[in-house]
């Protein structure tokens, strides 16, 4: 079956411009997940989440970070006024059960 | 807040040798446990898991974990690996709210 996927693969940017990020879950996963994977800072829990409830953003690094999640299905990260200390992989994972499944990623780079 | 840590920033080892890689976690509640594998240019997969149960966990490719409540460990290990475990593995906790904190990682290469 049709694994986590994540687009695009790779995006450069130039700081201060805005990017968004897409996540389109595994079928049926009611939890989303994004992570964030960098050299200085390993991998970090960004937001969460779950159904219909609110979503945990206590990762989130500061405030140009948000993200939506419409229709239960697909998520959106949005960088906003992008940073070079931004760039890394930010990956999207999702569950059913506890189990997280995690997409191939989005590498940002910040020029 | 909970943390993991990964004894090995770097394993160097030769096909057929055994592997025992070391994690450790701050947490003292009910956890969940996991390690991931990150092959070369490929996205994070789950090697195996610990809910509950036996603590001696087996999981794809060979891996087993044995998670030790006393030590707060959860320690990856393989009696034989072969050139294609040469990978990053992550080792990740989560005390069932859901958010992963994982490990700083552990590169392995399998000299052939």
């Known amino acids: 079956g049709a694994g986590v996927s994540q687009s695009p693969s790779n995006k450069v940017t130039e700081k201060g411009k805005d990017v968004e990020l897409r996540c389109d879950p595994i079928?049926?996963?009611?939890?989303l997940y994004w992570y964030r994977q960098s050299l200085g800072q390993g991998l970090e829990f960004l937001i969460y989440?779950?159904?219909?409830?609110?979503?945990?953003k206590s990762g989130l690094p500061s405030d140009r970070f948000s993200a939506e999640r419409t229709g239960g299905s697909v998520s959106t990260l949005t960088i906003q006024r992008t940073q070079q200390e931004d760039s890394a992989v930010y990956l999207c994972?999702?569950?059913?059960?506890?189990?997280?499944?995690f997409g191939p990623g989005t590498r940002l780079t910040v020029t | 807040a909970q943390s993991v840590s990964q004894h090995n920033h770097h394993v160097i080892l030769s096909e057929a040798a055994s592997l025992e890689l070391g994690c450790n976690y701050s947490?003292?509640?009910?956890?969940?446990l996991f390690w991931y594998v990150q092959y070369p240019g490929q996205h994070l997969q789950l090697l195996l898991k610990?809910?509950?149960?036996?603590?001696l966990v087996k999981g794809i490719k060979g891996f087993e974990a044995e998670f030790i409540k006393s030590k707060f460990s959860f320690n990856l290990r393989k009696p034989s690996v072969q050139w294609s475990d040469t990978a990053e593995y992550f080792c990740?906790?989560?005390?069932?709210?859901?958010?992963?904190?994982f490990g700083a990682g552990t590169t392995v290469t399998v000299r052939a």
């Open positions: 994972a999702s569950s059913l059960a506890g189990e997280q499944y």
């Open positions: 079928s049926g996963h009611t939890a």
């Open positions: 989440f779950q159904g219909n409830s609110a979503p945990d």
């Open positions: 947490y003292g509640g009910t956890v969940n």
């Open positions: 610990y809910f509950s149960g036996d603590p």
């Open positions: 990740a906790v989560t005390n069932n709210d859901y958010k992963l904190s």
